[in-house]
């Protein structure tokens, strides 16, 4: 089976710009979450979308948003960027909403000057 | 908010010592899941603990989840330098309204150095 794809694999945005990162969840997996992970610390939790609905978002303001196609693949938007959103951005697929069996993508690297 | 403190930040051993990293938390969780990470890519799930008191084994990895399902710790028994990389404790939430019961809170991570 296959695993988790996400692309591109680095980005160099401007601030104020923004982006789309994209994520191919694993076969047969209904939820994507998505993560940021800034250097030096664990993963912070943006959202989760389970049937293409959010279910479940973390401390991250509106500029952070998603969404999730009939095919479970997943886009995460971030507008009008800023310095801190420097960081990896890690999606992960599984095949229940609840926390269990996660399995990450490679991440993308998003660098703002 | 959910807090999971993880300790030591960084390890640095010889091949052949043992070593453990603790994460602790004042919240009570459903699960706690230990992954690593190498570098330029996401992380691998090695362990998923449940009940409160659980042990399991992976090989040279034990891993414990407290009774009280607010802590866990990773023992790694005679450490390879193929061991090296980041670990990551992280905690799902026990199930209530309300709750993004699908968010996982990661401890900040342990960077662990294995030296031949």
């Known amino acids: 089976e296959t695993g988790v794809t996400q692309s591109p694999t680095h980005l160099i945005k401007t601030r104020g710009q923004q982006v789309t990162l994209r994520c191919s969840s694993q076969?047969?997996?209904?939820?994507v979450s998505w993560y940021q992970q800034a250097l030096g610390q664990g993963p912070q939790f943006i959202f989760q979308y389970y049937r293409e609905e959010e279910n479940g978002r973390g401390n991250f303001p509106p500029r952070f948003s998603g969404l999730q196609f009939p095919n479970y693949s997943s886009e995460l938007n971030v507008n009008a960027l800023e310095l801190d959103d420097s960081a990896l951005y890690l999606c992960?697929?599984?095949?229940?909403?609840?926390?269990?069996?996660?399995?990450f993508g490679s991440g993308t690297r998003l660098t703002v000057v | 908010t959910q807090l999971l403190e993880q300790s030591p930040q960084f390890l640095s051993i010889q091949e052949g010592e043992n070593l453990t990293v603790y994460c602790n938390s004042s919240?009570?969780?459903?699960?706690l899941q230990w992954y690593r990470q190498e570098p330029g890519e996401g992380p691998v799930l090695l362990v998923t603990?449940?009940?409160?008191?659980e042990v399991k084994k992976l090989k040279r990895l034990t891993f414990q989840f407290g009774d009280a399902r607010k802590d866990s710790s990773l023992h790694i028994t005679a450490a390879q330098p193929g061991d090296t990389g980041l670990y990551l404790c992280a905690g799902a939430p026990v199930r209530s309204v309300g709750t993004s019961y699908g968010k996982l809170t990661f401890g900040q991570g342990t960077i662990l150095t294995v030296h031949p």
């Open positions: 919240s009570v969780f459903s699960s």
């Open positions: 603990v449940v009940t409160g008191g």
């Open positions: 076969s047969g997996h209904n939820t």
């Open positions: 992960a697929s599984s095949r229940t909403p609840g926390g269990y069996g996660y399995t």
